[in-house]
């Protein structure tokens, strides 16, 4: 069964023997099996027939320049799909479905850098009854810092964390499945462990920083707008202190075109282009209306700066907060964005060396790094109340802020006009641990009465992720 406009072939192997002597009616009732589907480049397909050559021409090439039909002997036909085509094979049974063996798929070619982790994925194995026994196994001569967990799941866990390969290698892990029936089938994945390591052995055979594959795209500062913020960690295996001196950053998107906080400085991670929070000793660059990209960031002498670079003490973790990417109009979205980052960096006895990686940011986060989780704010009520003495129009928000890591630091509140004017701010220091409550008023002066005002809240914990709630509410102007 052919569809040319879908580039599409359905196959419908009948796994049953039909035979039959005599003359009167004979009742076949075909149950079908379950399917499968692969894409495939150029095909041949051999079918057995007594049909003429012409009439499968006629039926299945109909002129198409990327199907052509031969004969293959006295009683055969080859089709020849050209190009690329999905193929779907539906087994058929006659009176019952076609007991088949289950088929192992043990997902797509993936990599992992050492150091990290990456889940498998084996859940396309297919069963005509079910699978009951999922069996992963690392064949050939795997490095011995990597494993598996969870083993006998659908999504075990590829575990490079104790890697340090000398070289990009390539690591096989093989699926077995097993149904309800018994019949077994096995599928093969490669995962490429990558080398995070420089060239310089910095006195510990080669080791580096290493990326921890952890970037979240978030909204910063500018609550509301997109997720042009990006945080990331890597981690000090150099064997000794390293000094953070340079950041190079290159966003593979050339719409991405600006790194611009757009906000006040205030020396926070989120209000500058580039913070670095290192255990020994942080730094940031400012720069005055933002930067180009690509560019390389020298933390010590370029834009408003604290005239030091990040330094990173041996097994320490630095979080680099990176705000806000636009496209010199407007904040971009990172979620999904690849960015290449190259870190410049002097071990403590000597030299300098570099890595380069690429980031690609998970949806919004919050702004936390290393793993910390964002804080939530819900706004549940803003009532209006008409001042007196002196006139004035008073807005009593009461939100409602949480936070996983039982961290909230304080709730900040904004009333901006309908020209994007700040009217009114406040902030509320008494929250605290998990979950609280926070109520403030703002204020609107005769003079600022407009006809709608924006309410932001936003609530912050102590490593400053932020999270953002908006409502409008009317005015009087």
């Known amino acids: 069964m052919v569809d040319p406009s879908a580039r599409s072939v359905t196959l419908y192997p009948l796994q049953s023997d039909l035979q039959s002597g005599g003359t009167g009616d004979e009742t076949y009732r075909f149950i079908g099996g379950y399917g499968q589907s692969r894409t495939v480049s150029d095909a041949t397909v051999t079918i057995p027939t007594k049909a003429p050559l012409a009439i499968w021409q006629e039926q299945i090439d109909d002129g198409n320049p990327d199907i052509s039909v031969i004969n293959n002997g006295a009683e055969a036909v080859s089709i020849t799909f050209t190009g690329s085509w999905e193929f779907n094979c539906r087994p058929v049974g006659q009176g019952s479905a076609p007991e088949q063996v289950p088929t192992a798929d043990a997902g797509t070619d993936t990599s992992v850098p050492e150091g990290s982790t ?63 029936n018994g019949n077994t089938d096995t599928d093969t994945v490669t995962v490429t462990v990558t080398q995070t390591s420089s060239s310089g052995d910095g006195g510990d055979g080669g080791a580096s920083l290493v990326y921890n594959d952890d970037a979240v795209a978030y909204d910063g500062p500018d609550p509301g707008s997109n997720a042009g913020g990006v945080n990331f960690s890597v981690t000090n ?10 950041v190079r950053i290159a966003p593979e998107n050339s719409a991405i075109s600006t790194l611009s906080d757009n906000v006040l400085p205030n020396n926070e991670p989120l209000a500058t282009e580039v913070y670095i929070a290192a255990d020994l000793d942080d730094a940031y660059v400012d720069y005055a209306g933002g930067t180009d990209l690509p560019r390389t960031v020298d933390l010590d002498t ?16 630095a979080t680099f907060y990176l705000y806000e990417f636009t496209d010199g109009i407007s904040s971009v979205d990172m979620s999904g964005e690849d960015v290449e980052i190259t870190v410049t960096y002097q071990p ?6 570099t890595k ?39 807005y009593d928000i009461t939100a409602d802020v949480s936070d996983a890591d039982s961290d909230l630091d304080r709730v900040e509140y904004e009333l901006v006009d309908s020209s994007g004017t700040v009217v009114d701010t406040a902030t509320d220091d008494g929250v605290s641990g998990s979950s609280d409550t926070s109520t403030e008023r703002l204020v609107a002066e005769t003079n600022e009465r407009d ?27």
């Open 302 to 317: 370029d834009g408003r700066n604290d005239g030091g670079n990040a330094i990173l003490s041996e097994d320490a973790t």
């Open 451 to 477: 006809s709608s005002y924006t309410i932001t809240v936003t609530v912050y914990d102590s490593a400053s992720n932020t999270g953002s709630d908006q409502t409008v509410v009317p005015g009087t102007g």
């Open 237 to 246: 295996r150099f064997g000794e202190s390293v000094t953070i001196t340079d």
């Open 356 to 394: 380069t990686f690429t980031i690609t940011p998970t949806s919004e986060g919050g702004g936390g790094g290393g793993g910390s989780s964002a804080p939530s704010a819900t706004i549940t009520s803003a009532t209006y109340t008409a001042g007196s003495s002196p006139p004035t129009d008073r």
């Open 348 to 353: 403590a006895s000597g030299g300098t060396e």
């Open 118 to 180: 990456v889940e498998l994925d084996g859940t396309g194995s297919q069963a005509s009854g079910s699978i009951t026994d999922y069996s992963w196994t690392l064949t050939g001569s795997p490095p011995t810092d990597v494993s598996l967990s969870d083993s006998n799941t659908a999504t075990p866990i590829f575990d490079a964390s104790d890697a340090n390969v000398p070289s990009d290698t390539d690591v096989t892990a093989e699926l077995a499945v097993t149904d309800t």
